[in-house]
């Protein structure tokens, strides 16, 4: 069994920082890309940010130079920073990693941008 599990998220001004985390657990022999996703009441769900294995990333137009993705292969871990936050970045977060050649999400974690 294989789970992910977000934290980090919160309550923030409009300008100000957060640092999301996601941590893969269980019967692990292979992470390949990690990814972060966001869903605003109303949207789709859109990619925010991917990371492959070995470090290159990819990120939505809306936050180059904003927000920094990065991983930690040994802690199985990664990480989404958040910087300059916008009323219009309010959304529930979700990470997904390419685990075991299998597709996890883990259950969201709200960010919320108040102007």
């Known amino acids: 069994q294989v789970q992910l599990v977000e934290s980090g998220g919160g309550l923030v001004q409009a300008g100000g920082s957060l640092r999301l985390s996601c941590t893969a657990s269980?019967?692990?022999?292979?992470?390949?890309?990690m990814d972060w996703y966001r869903q605003a009441p109303g949207n789709e769900r859109e990619l925010v940010a991917s990371?492959?294995?070995?470090?290159?990333?990819n990120y939505l137009d809306s936050v180059k130079g904003r927000f920094t993705i990065s991983r930690d292969n040994a802690k199985s871990t990664s990480y989404l920073q958040m910087n300059g936050l916008k009323a219009e970045d309010t959304a529930v977060y979700y990470c997904?990693?390419?685990?075991?050649?299998?597709?996890?999400w883990g259950q969201g974690t709200q960010v919320t941008v108040s102007s």
């Open positions: 269980g019967n692990i022999f292979r992470i390949n890309t």
């Open positions: 990371i492959t294995r070995s470090g290159t990333t």
């Open positions: 997904r990693g390419s685990i075991n050649y299998q597709y996890y």
